[in-house]
């Protein structure tokens, strides 16, 4: 046994192999895959998608989420996703998904606004938003900050950064007609429009932002003056009807026009948001500033009405100054109504020359010593009516050499200077003069005197009718005559037959005694001798 065991070969000895992996199942590559695609998917589409910013609207009115669009230069470049109110509910808050590769658009001056079909001043927008609806329009700014927030306008801007000019702020205390999108003038060209206006803050002046394009904004500078163009400009003056417009468009929508003042200065142009005042006509923007005005005070005790203040102040028709203030008054003692007016004269406007001045005289005594003069001659302010149809007045000084001796007292603060009632005052007056004295007529006496007269001239009447009546009996007397008159001289009558027989015989004793007067101025010895060759 034992030898047979021994033949048997020895055993390789055992030792433990790891078991081989086996490969990945085909069950598991769809699902990786699929994993695999997905995360390609989303990857991609993040890479792809653009930004979100958030606009906050001021109302939802035309805004739909999914459907409402953000364009640029007519290019959808985003889509308004959710709307929502603020928390305080007073704005919309919209989230936009823009479009990949839009990053350089939302930069901290890019603005947004509502298109929608607006009629605005001159201009005529978003007619294409009545079939497709309203958008959101887009300008991109130039600022180098990125930002993700806004705040839409409430109105489109008139002027885009790409147009090419400058911005300019006009004063003034009354807007008129003037609205966004109102044309500017510069020589009847249009050359701007007013992009916006707002109140300020104290309430009493208005602050217009108008644009002049380029290249006419090089013409304005600080002598620049702004005007209101609107409507037409009609005068009558010595020289005929003159009518002035800027455009037919000024007539209809309003207007404003800008001219250069004739100082014979060059000076550069303008600089952004350089402030003007906005006038109310180009007379009153070409009218040369006041130079040292000084204060005085007239004291009207008659009506003022159709004086305002801005109303002008002549001396014999020239301007010398304007009203600046209007009061009334009471006196408590005698409870008597006055209105005193202040005004603002400038004697450089009367073309005063002043030279030669002493030692120790100024300008301030030597104004005392003109007005004193002119008051000592008669020059009285005087309320005057400028215009029939509106009533408006004006104050007028003049020389009245009837006028009562006045004194200035220069230590009022301000000086008063002397009026004079007006023109229809003084034909109230006078009319009035004029009653009190047919008041004063006795018209009792003269009512007497009167009826005393009519009585006489009624028994006069009786006597005249008297001798009417006799004067009628002789006229028929004297007809009787004349007929019987006539009754002799009818022809072939008896008396007119016998008539005629005597003046033959009348005619013939005439023709004798001619004969024998002839006879005895040739013979007047026939008067003793007898005729010769007759009987002695």
Known sequence: MSDERGSVPPLAESRAVPKRQTRLSLVWIIPIVAALVGVWIAVTRVLNEGPKITIVFRSAEGLDAGKTKLRYNGVDVGTIMKIRLSDDHEHVITEVQMAPKTEGFLVADTRFWVVRARISGATVTGLSTL????????????????????????????VTYEVAGRFFLLKTTN???????????????????????????DGKMLTVKVFVRAPYDQ????????WQASGIDVSLTASGLSVQTQSLLSILIGGIAFETFPSGRILPAAEQNTTFTLYSNRTQAFEPPPRNPQTYELLFKESVRGLEPGAPVEFRGIRVGQVTDIRA????????????VTIQLDPQRLGIKL???????????????????LVSHGVRAQLRTGNLLTGAAFVAFDFFPGAAPVTVDWSQTPVQLPTIPGELQLVEESATDILKKVDKLPFKAIGNDLQKALVDFAQTMV???????????????????????????????VQL??????????????????????????HPEALIRGKKGGPK
């Open 463 to 493: 006597t005249a009718r008297g001798t009417l009546a006799s004067a009628q009996g002789t006229f028929t007397s004297a007809t009787g005559t004349l007929d019987t008159a006539s009754n002799v001289i009818q022809p072939n009558s």
């Open 329 to 340: 008054q009471i006196d408590a003692r005698t409870f008597t109504f006055s209105a005193p």
């Open 131 to 158: 079939i497709s609806g309203d958008y959101i329009g887009m300008e991109i700014g130039s600022s180098k900050e990125d930002k993700r927030d806004f705040v839409a306008l409430e109105t489109p801007p008139v």
């Open 355 to 373: 030279f030669g001045l002493g030692p120790g005289e100024d300008l301030a005594t030597i104004r005392r010593k003109v007005i004193n003069s």
């Open 219 to 226: 013409y304005v500078n600080p002598d620049t003056r702004f």
């Open 497 to 522: 037959r016998e008539l005629d027989n005597t003046l033959q015989e009348v005619s013939r004793a005439a023709r004798s005694i001619r004969v024998l007067a002839d006879y005895l101025e040739r």
């Open 175 to 201: 807007l008129g007609s003037l609205d966004s999108g109102t044309p500017i003038f510069f020589r009847r060209l249009q050359v701007g429009e007013v992009t916006s206006y707002a109140l300020d803050n």
